[in-house]
């Protein structure tokens, strides 16, 4: 188990991040983490008190270690870079908010904004994305339904119970 030295700038931070309101609760939990395992506590013991796995206070543990303060914020994700710039979003945004084509829906007129703002509808849901002629589907005449083979019951004659009777 690696031993976590503090300075005494490093200890104020972690203390500063683990008590404000505006840091991710993640990096919060990861200094206060630190500050146990600082404070010469095993992973166990650090584990019970913040309720988490000793597995996790022993990777932080060892990350900190590792690389010190950069060690506790969060590496970067898995996948590909994204295709989409900032202000390629802030293009569609306004447009979708902000401008309406005559002669268009509500629902219409975001889309063909938001189509229309970054030039192909990469950044937006399409109905069929395949090129050439769509699927055929079936009209509501073809299918076959479950009320259409049974004949249609006549309930005019059913009276509610008593109701000939002055009841109900």
């Not at 104020?12 to 395992?37: D, E, M, N, P, Y």
Request: hydrophobic letters at 30%.
């Amino acid at each position: 188990m690696a031993e976590v030295v503090l300075t005494d700038e490093e200890r104020q931070t972690l203390q500063r991040w683990a008590r404000r309101a505006k840091s991710s609760q993640a990096l919060a939990q990861r200094c206060r983490i630190v500050l146990g395992c600082a404070a010469g506590k095993s992973n166990k013991e650090v584990a019970v008190e913040l309720g988490i796995w000793p597995q996790t206070v022993g990777k932080w543990r060892n990350r900190f270690v590792a690389r010190g303060m950069e060690g506790l914020v969060d590496e970067p994700r898995p996948g590909g870079p994204r295709t989409i710039t900032d202000e390629q979003v802030e293009v569609v945004l306004v447009a979708t908010l902000e401008r309406q084509p005559a002669d268009a829906t509500h629902y219409r007129s975001r889309l063909s904004n938001a189509t229309s703002a970054i030039g192909s509808p990469s950044g937006t849901r399409t109905r069929n994305r395949s090129p050439g002629p769509r699927p055929q589907t079936r009209s509501s005449n073809d299918s076959p339904h479950i009320f259409n083979e049974f004949p249609a019951r006549d309930t005019r004659s059913l009276t509610h119970a008593g109701a000939d009777k002055g009841g109900l």
